[in-house]
């Protein structure tokens, strides 16, 4: 068995050596490089221009991925990065339907808010099941110099509760749901001479409900609480050639989110609430960096500014109407994302990377009395949070924020490996467990992971 299994080793390496036409990359190796976590699931070094993981970003890197099959599979810990995206596993496939135009799907990434505004619902909002299975139809098309990329995205969830009461006898029925609609477009466009332009916009709805209805009708049932929210995002990064070997990679990120939740119909015998409370979110980011092209090594980085503030108002309502506003802002300056890979051997690649950011939050409570309160904050600080905002973050962009604005990424030093056989590629981070005390291969008999993230693809283009 020994033997078979080395007879097969020699055979795929061989072979990945004639025909190496595997495309690596994805969220592993944007991990691996520096890559800052930039929403759920998503992981990004924002000067690494090219790569799969930016499908989830723009739809038009499609036409740079067609025919092409990937997974993003959770493993072992990374450092700072726990709970926060890195475990999170998707898929998707393009494939060409002619020479112009691509037709694709990703399941189960779900870059949106829904879940935190659907948890806002007047109503036990909280038993609303998360949305997990979200589904998004990609297209994209290449026209001369530019690619165009549309995303179609919709996830939903729902659980209903029946039941009877003795006294008073009636009959009880409990509906929760929730569900995201979410619209992508994007570009990429051929400058000339080595330059290009990548830019994208999303749209996303989200919205959960909270449904009681009893019959006969008993005092304080039969009520209909929603939350819904609404999602925009725009970047752009432009990859301009300063030399054969250097390329300058200038971007800039804005993000805007807000919620609402509503009583639609009070409970019967109850007057309609007159209170409002509602939610917003800003956050931007501005960087400048770089790519280096050697014959065995490749280089990303640079320095950016990020900033995000996210914004409560509370309204009392009622004749003597008051107002009550929280702001959390998070300002960073610099963030740093760096990443290096280079070639062992024609299957296989080591790659470093390192993120940091240095930055501060600042805290403010306006009552309507003038008894104000603020507070600063210099983070990292695990012991600090906004934890009246639902917003856990931006989603998606170039920005490296974590859940409540606080967060643990002092200096973050990451490792990783790519392998490529023929058209198969895996691509994957190493674990901490691997760092402190060794490989463990596959595994080990204390379950020690070697690898922290894996991301495996296969180019099936003719």
């Known amino acids: 068995m020994k033997y078979v299994f080395m007879v097969l080793l020699f055979t795929a390496l061989v072979a990945s050596i ?9 969220i592993a190796r944007e991990a691996a490089m520096g890559g800052s976590q930039a929403g759920v699931g998503l992981v990004l070094n924002p000067y690494i221009f090219d790569d799969p993981a930016l499908l989830l970003l723009n739809p038009a890197f499609q036409t740079n991925y067609k025919d092409y099959g990937w997974s993003n599979i959770a493993g072992g810990n990374v450092t700072g990065q726990n709970n926060v995206g890195y475990n999170f596993q998707n898929a998707g496939v393009a494939f060409s339907l002619n020479d112009s135009w691509n037709l694709g799907a990703i399941f189960s990434y779900d870059p949106s808010e829904a879940n935190s505004v659907a948890s806002l619902t007047p109503g036990n909002g909280g038993n609303i099941p998360p949305i ?3 589904w998004e139809l990609v297209a994209s098309t290449k ?5 165009l990329g549309f995303g179609l995205l919709y996830g939903t969830s729902d659980k209903d509760n029946k039941s009877t009461v003795a006294t008073p006898a009636a009959s009880v029925e409990d509906e929760y749901s929730a569900h995201v609609y979410g619209l992508r477009a994007g570009t990429l466009f051929d400058l000339g001479n080595g330059n290009m332009l990548d830019a994208a916009a999303a749209l996303r709805m989200d919205k959960g409900d909270v449904k009681n209805t009893t019959s006969p009708v008993v005092t304080n049932t039969n009520y209909e609480y929603e939350s819904s929210g609404t999602e925009f995002q725009v970047d752009a990064r432009l990859k301009y050639k300063v030399t054969n070997k250097f390329y300058f990679v200038p971007f800039g990120f804005l993000g805007l989110a807000s919620a609402e939740p509503k009583e639609d119909t009070p409970p019967n015998g109850q007057t309609a609430a007159t209170g409002t409370d509602k939610f917003t979110q800003t956050a931007y980011a501005i960087g400048v960096g770089g790519e280096v092209h050697a014959q065995k090594l490749f280089l990303a980085g640079g320095l950016s500014f990020q900033s995000l503030a996210q914004k409560e108002e509370v309204t009392s309502g009622g004749a003597n109407s008051t107002t009550t506003t929280y702001t959390a802002t998070y300002n960073a300056l610099p963030v740093v994302n760096l990443g290096a890979e280079w070639s062992f051997t024609d299957w296989m690649v080591g790659r470093l990377g390192y993120f ?10 306006e009552m309507p009395t ?5 507070s600063s904050t210099q983070v990292p600080d695990n012991n600090y949070g906004a934890t009246t905002f639902p917003f856990t973050g931006v989603n998606s962009g170039y920005i490296g924020t974590v859940g409540n604005l606080n967060g643990n990424y002092d ?11 023929d058209c198969w590629a895996m691509d994957a981070t190493v674990s901490d467990q691997a760092l402190q005390r ?4 596959i595994g080990g008999p204390d379950n020690m992971n070697t690898f922290g993230y894996i991301t495996a693809s296969y180019n099936f283009a003719e």
């Open 370 to 374: 003038g008894t104000d309160e603020s």
């Open 143 to 147: 026209m001369s110099s530019m690619s």
């Open 132 to 134: 997990q299975s979200v």
């Open 411 to 421: 200096g973050i030093v990451t490792l990783g490996v790519g392998f490529k056989f």
């Open 18 to 26: 004639a025909f190496p036409q595997a495309k690596p990359g994805g």
């Open 438 to 441: 060794g490989l463990g291969l």
């Open 356 to 365: 940091r950011y240095i930055g501060k939050i600042d805290y403010k409570r």
